[in-house]
Each structure stands twice: as structure tokens, then as C-alpha cells.
């Protein structure tokens, strides 16, 4: 709480003295004085707010002295700062070109390798299909050109068991389309030119042995056996068996005179008068002329032109039959050697095989 303080008692109070008047004059001079007192105070005031004011300016000068050089160096490090910057953008920008050239690579390296993997992922029944095709057709091709069927039969049976390796359902119409192009190739008879080249090379090598009509050889009958009974009958004694054994020897002596005589002459029977007259000049190039017909028959056969094979096998086969012994053995060779290369040396359109090919189609196109 606060206490009031006490009043002052009037009667103990000191007595206050009288302020004692001044003059006028002496007034003015205080006044004047006092005056001159507060200008001073007031100068001296100035002058220390301006002293202080010259030291702050002076210190401010010093302080925008030591900004603008720094302002300047900052300057300085700003435009080394730009230029590297520059330098930089432009480094920058060359390698952000060289970067997109290269994106620009990969991304076609990409593109070709999306390619590529694409190409390389397709499924095993469209290789399965592709390769089954190419083989067909290359062996068609074979085929046609060798004049063989066996090209072709072996691709077929090549497929027909890759076919049965993969057991594929959904192949199962080409299987069925194999087996039955196989077996139409299989039915078609077509001629073996190699077995047929062997066999007119082989009635080339007779034709030099082969006996004429003109140069016939008488041929010898074999001596007129004794019979085995008499043969093989004991021998008796006394002038029964003398008798027999007499009548026995000269019947054998006549049998071989008989045979002897018979030998020195020949009757024969020639369609062609001329096949007889020809001389052993004649003889020689009517051979050669045999072998050049062989061999051209062998040149056109092995060339498919078998309208030209079947002429010269024709003419070989009247040249035989006309000039040469056809109770020889190797005249009979030579002649079946031609006629059974006559027989097969025939044109025969190889089947192709549609089925086949049709049903590959239809395999790939339903992948």
C-alpha cells in the first residue's frame, strides 16, 4: 500500500528570502550573455554534428571505395564466369549433338535389331514349313533337270519324316498331302539314265566281237556219245565180245567222219542277199558306223532328247538284225541290251508335286 506522505507544517518552515531585483542593464547583459551562451553551446554543437558528419562521409567514401572495387573484381569474375559459361553452353551444345547423332544411331541399330530378333523369333512350324518348301522346290528343279524322279522322292520322304518328328496336329494335312504326291511319284515309271548309259556303253563293247553273216564260222556238233548201256556193259569173253567190241569202234569212227563232213558245210538261211556280200573293209565301217549310232543314241539320251535316242536305238537294232549272226550268243546280248534301252527310253512328265505345295501354303498363311 501506498502512504500518503505528510504535509509540511507552515509554522516549521525555514522563511523563503526575497529574489533580489536586478537592473534593467544588468538584466540585458544576463539576457545578452545567456544569449551568447546558447550560441555557443549551439556552434560548438554544429560543429561537432558536422566534424562527426565528415567522419561518417569520409567513412562511407571509404566504404563505396572498397564496394566499387569489390563491385568491380565480382564484375571482372562475373565476365570470366560468362565467357567460361559460353565456352561451357557451346561444349555443351556440341556434345548434345553428338549425343543426338548418336541416340539417332542407336535408336536405328535398334530398330534394325527389333528387326532382326522379329525375323529370328518366327515359330518352329513357320521354319518347319519354310525349309519343307525350299527343299521341295530345289529337288523339283534336280528333278527336272537330271530327268530322275529321285530327287524328289528323297525330298518327300525327308519331309514326310520331319513332319512325323514334330507331330504336329496342326501339319497333319500336309503329311497327308506328302504321302500321297509321294506315291504318284513313286507310280510314275521314269528311265534311268545311268542304268541306260551303262547298258548301250556295254553294246558298245560287244560290237567289236559280234559275228556277221558275211564272216560265219561253221560250228561244230559235239561226237555222238556211246550209249551207257554199252558203255557199262561187262565185258564177256569169246567171239561174241570180239564181235561187239569190232562193231561198236567202227560204228564210232562213222559217226566222227559223218560229223567231220558235216562241219565243212553250212546251209543258212539270209533274208539279206547283200549282208553276205560284204567285204572286210565294209565290215569294219559298217562296226564303226554300229558304234557311232550307240553312241550317238547315248549322247541324246543323256541330253533327255529321246525322239533322237529312240531313231538311233531303231537304226542299231535294224543293223543287228539285218547284218549280223543272230544264233550267236553275244549278237543276242547286244541285240536285248538295245531293246531294252529302246523300251525304256521314253518321255515321262515328272509329277509335280501340288499337293504338297498347296498345303504348305495354306499351313504358313494360317500361322
Known amino acids: 500500500m501506498n502512504e ?46 558536422a566534424v562527426s558528419s565528415q567522419k561518417r562521409v569520409r567513412t562511407i567514401e571509404q566504404e563505396l571505395a572498397r564496394r566499387q572495387q569489390d563491385t568491380q573484381g565480382q564484375a571482372t569474375e562475373a565476365r570470366m564466369l560468362a565467357k567460361q ?22 535408336a536405328l541399330q535398334r530398330t534394325q535389331l527389333e528387326d532382326l530378333i522379329q525375323s529370328l523369333s518366327r515359330s518352329r512350324d513357320e521354319n518347319l514349313v519354310v525349309d519343307i518348301e525350299a527343299g521341295l522346290r530345289v529337288a523339283q528343279q534336280q528333278s527336272s533337270i537330271t530327268g530322275s524322279a529321285e530327287p524328289l522322292v528323297a525330298a518327300l520322304k525327308q519331309a514326310d519324316e520331319r513332319l512325323t518328328r514334330y507331330s504336329q496336329p496342326r501339319l497333319d494335312g500336309v503329311r497327308r498331302a506328302v504321302a500321297r504326291d509321294l506315291d504318284r511319284v513313286k507310280a510314275v515309271g521314269v528311265a534311268d539314265i545311268s542304268t ?26 559235239p561226237v555222238r556219245a556211246v550209249p551207257k548201256a554199252a558203255a557199262s556193259a561187262p565185258p564177256t569173253s569169246g567171239p561174241a565180245s570180239w564181235w561187239a567190241s569190232v562193231t561198236g ?7 566222227v567222219a559223218w560229223n567231220e563232213v558235216r562241219s565243212l558245210v553250212r546251209v543258212t538261211t539270209i533274208p539279206h542277199p547283200d549282208a553276205a556280200l560284204l567285204s572286210p573293209d565294209q565290215a ?32 542299231a537294232q535294224a543293223m543287228l538284225d539285218r547284218y549280223f549272226d543272230r544264233s550267236s550268243r553275244r549278237t543276242t546280248v547286244a541285240a536285248d541290251l538295245v531293246k531294252q534301252v529302246l523300251a525304256s527310253a521314253r518321255q515321262v512328265a515328272l509329277p509335280r508335286p501340288e499337293e504338297t505345295l498347296a498345303a504348305l501354303a495354306a499351313a504358313a498363311a494360317g500361322r
Open 284 to 315: 569294219f565301217f559298217l562296226r564303226e558306223n554300229l558304234k557311232l549310232r550307240l553312241l550317238n543314241a547315248r549322247l541324246a539320251l543323256l541330253s533327255r532328247q529321246f525322239d533322237t535316242t529312240q531313231t538311233d536305238l531303231q537304226a
Open 4 to 49: 500518503t506522505p505528510p504535509k509540511p507544517d507552515p509554522s516549521s518552515a525555514e522563511p523563503v528570502l526575497p529574489l533580489p531585483v536586478l537592473p534593467p542593464k544588468q538584466r540585458r547583459n544576463l539576457w545578452l550573455m545567456l544569449v551568447l551562451a546558447v550560441f555557443a553551446l549551439a556552434l560548438l554543437a554544429s560543429l561537432g554534428i
Open 85 to 106: 559459361a559460353q565456352d561451357t553452353a557451346r561444349e555443351s551444345a556440341a556434345k548434345v549433338a553428338l549425343l543426338e547423332a548418336r541416340l539417332a544411331e542407336v
Open 196 to 221: 541306260l548309259t551303262i547298258r548301250l556303253d556295254e553294246a558298245v563293247r560287244l560290237i567289236d566281237d559280234l559275228p556277221m553273216l558275211a564272216q560265219a564260222t561253221p560250228r561244230k556238233e
Open 249 to 255: 569202234g567202227w560204228d564210232q569212227a562213222v559217226d
